[in-house]
């Protein structure tokens, strides 16, 4: 992920306290950090072509993996 991009997940207490969400309210931090990955790959991009494949193979994943 791109350095200060996503300032909560740039440092180690923000990485943490998103974990502790994540845990909390049942979901996968690893692929809830590539979900906002992919958000933030599409930035300045008028059309976010590929957005909605990359959410649909994160999210399968996650699916797959209950």
Known sequence: MAQ???VLLDN??????VREECIENKISFPEFVELIQAEVEQTGKQ???GLFDSFDDILDRIELGD
């Open 12 to 17: 180690p207490e923000g990485r943490s306290l």
């Open 4 to 6: 200060n991009v996503v």
């Open 47 to 49: 059309r976010k072509r």
